[in-house]
């Protein structure tokens, strides 16, 4: 996607030095910066500050991350350390594990002098392949959104979306916005509601200064306004992200996607989830029962950062210093709340039966 005018990915080897670079989303949406990983212990680093985030590009990252390690050091134990290194950064995002788990074993059974070229081709290879996956996701959602604007006669397609699945979420187009992008770009005329998304507000710093970038209009929302906007007829659809999806199509996502869910279903409005078959985990069923949840720091929810009155960026204290705060960073919507799975197959069913009828490679995979 365009940042002034200039195409950028969320994520690249830079062919000039061979090192990795990142938008920094920890000073967006105040400064555009880009951070250079060096190593495989500072890409682990950059997925637990959140860097880089959202489950495509954390997978992409920690692929890139393998690369710097092949650099460093091409030896088995080198890379087996790397590789639980960048497994450790994060828990919920399966796309970590995907990809990890799609290099490393290549790597060990190849001798030790080609790894880093078999490193760096196969992270190109799995950045390159999220762009396009990401597009085929936008297709298939374009088509949504069109039909839903042909049935319901609608001038405006008014969209709510949680947290940030966008382009920033992934290497490029993002899942959840990349529907949204493609139905802007064909003068299907939307308008996004863009939840804020406490604690770290996703939706206000990245997913409002996405849509700004790209001209889709849109109105940033406290978290707890969407029931009542979808009670006033002004939600016609909502599209989310996904961090680890079940087999049977249970949607872990960012806190507070599953109260969406629940207001949607009781006003009867689609939602639907956005996701690459890298985020659904075939081994497991139940989503409340076996998806791991991130517990971040209370200071996530006791502080908050913004610009005050003279352009500086600052952490002000929310809540008394006696009183503390828990934070868990996703929950589970199940299976029957969701309308349908896109992905870059198709819209599909949230049931098993249907995920693996679109991908009927995943049949045998042993559950837990
Ligand atoms: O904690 P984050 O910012 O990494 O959480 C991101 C989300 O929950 C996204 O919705 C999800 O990763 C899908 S990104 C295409």
Known sequence: MNVDGRAYRSIWIDPNDD?????????????????????????????????????????????????????????????????QELLNSRPTAVNLRWALDRIVPDLLTTSEDKRKGLARTLAQQICDEDIKTNSAIGDHG??????????????IVNILTHCNAG?????????????????????????????????RNQGASLTA??????????????????????QKGVVDLCIVGSDRTTRGGDVCNK??????????????????????????DWTITDGVGQIPIEERAEEEVTHIWGLDEHGDTRKIRLVSQESHAANPAFDVTPRRLITGIITERGVVAAEESDLLKTFPEFIDTPTL
């Open 19 to 83: 090192l990795v670079r990142v938008i920094d989303q920890t000073k967006l949406p105040f400064r555009f910066e880009i951070k250079t990983l060096d190593s495989a212990s500072k890409t682990a680093d950059a997925i637990h500050d959140m860097v880089v985030r959202g489950a495509p590009l954390i997978g992409a990252t920690a692929a890139c991350g393998l690369f710097l390690a092949a650099k460093t050091d091409p030896s088995d134990n080198f890379l087996n350390n790397a590789y």
């Open 142 to 155: 374009l088509g949504l959104i069109r039909d839903i604007a042909i049935k319901n006669n609608l001038k």
């Open 167 to 199: 382009w920033l979420a992934t290497v490029d187009w993002g899942t959840a916005l990349a529907p949204i992008f493609k139905a802007h770009d064909s003068a299907i005329k939307v308008h996004v509601w863009v939840d804020e998304t406490r604690p």
């Open 209 to 230: 200064w996405e849509l700004n970038a790209h001209g889709v209009p849109h109105t940033v929302i406290s978290d707890n306004a969407g029931g009542h906007l979808m």
């Open 255 to 280: 806190i507070g996607t599953y109260l969406k869910a629940l207001a949607a279903h009781d006003n009867q409005l689609p939602f639907y989830a956005a996701l690459p078959s890298s985020t659904i």
